[in-house]
């Protein structure tokens, strides 16, 4: 890192790389780590998460968990990839990302879940594995909760 540490961060990823055959992860985490940054981690909770968001994107964002967590109360609210995720016990279940203009939510490994649910998902963006929602989007419980309940069915199988 000695030698590369005046080049800018995608100057010094693209040496990793190009290289010594480092990953795009494994070259961030070190470039990183030579900057002193000793974690990934930046958010510890979901108020962390949300605190540089503004009340309608964190309203709407509670409202998401809301409505599952309501139907299953077993669920916890964790950060993993630096988003906000429900988990049952060891399974990831469904998570959510805050962008500028919308809010992505997700039920996790949902790409044939978001197949299933195609028809009822036609008001909204659907990307390969998310559903782009706006932020002030009015909260479809029935929707969440099924999309929930879904991702529980596939764990079962």
């Known amino acids: 890192m000695k030698l590369i540490k005046d080049l800018k961060y995608p100057e010094q990823i693209a040496f990793l790389r190009e290289n010594h055959g480092f990953s795009q992860a494994h070259a961030n985490a070190l470039v990183l780590y030579s900057k002193g940054n000793t974690t990934s981690k930046r958010f510890n909770t ?33 950060i993993a990839w630096n988003q906000p995720m429900l988990k049952l016990g060891e399974d990831y279940i469904f998570g959510v ?4 203009n919308h809010i992505l939510i997700a039920p996790h490994d949902g790409e044939a879940i978001l197949l299933k649910f195609a028809k009822r998902l036609e008001p909204y963006e659907v990307l390969k594995k998310t559903v782009r929602v706006p932020v002030d989007w009015k909260v479809d419980v029935k929707l969440l909760q099924d999309l929930a309940a879904a991702r529980i069915s596939a764990l079962k199988k």
Request: proline share 5%.
């Open 46 to 78: 979901i108020d962390d998460y949300l605190k540089p968001h503004d009340a309608t994107k964190q309203k709407t964002v509670k409202a998401i968990f809301k409505a599952i967590k309501t139907k299953y109360p077993k669920m916890e609210i964790v």
């Open 97 to 100: 990302n805050v962008l500028k």
